[in-house]
Nanobody, 115 residues
Framework: QVQLVESGGGLVQPGGSLRLSCAAS????????MMWYRQAPGKERELVAR????????YYADSVKGRFTISRDNAKNTVYLQMNSLKPEDTAVYFC????????WGQGTQVTVSS
């Protein structure tokens, strides 16, 4: 079955950086677009970034454009989210998502940006 396992979250000061990873299994990774979402307390889950099959096309939410970079390594079945210039408003649980069937989510990884 589809499995997505996120890692790399943590506590970071404003202006800092983190790199999230999502290890995927149970499907042919290279044939699916991959997405990162986030959900802050009391807010709806929102799409942060999307990467298409071969990594050539990407999409970013306006709130993270120029600061976050999504990438993928099809040989390792892993998608990454490099987050730079982090702000307190980036604090959220970050989820990996793939649109297989009704959609599959990872368990999420907490990112806290605070001084």
């Amino acid at each position: 079955q589809v499995q997505l396992v996120e890692s790399g979250g943590g506590l970071v000061q404003p202006g800092g950086s983190l790199r999230l990873s999502c290890a995927a299994s149970g499907f042919i990774f290279s044939t699916y677009a991959m997405m990162w979402y986030r959900q802050a307390p009391g807010k709806e889950r929102e799409l942060v970034a999307r990467i298409f099959l071969a990594g050539g096309r990407t999409y970013y939410a306006d709130s993270v454009k120029g600061r976050f970079t999504i990438s993928r390594d099809n040989a390792k079945n892993t998608v990454y989210l490099q987050m730079n210039s982090l702000k307190p408003e980036d604090t959220a649980v970050y989820f990996c998502y793939v649109g297989i069937g009704s959609g599959s989510w990872g368990q999420g990884t907490q990112v806290t940006v605070s001084s």
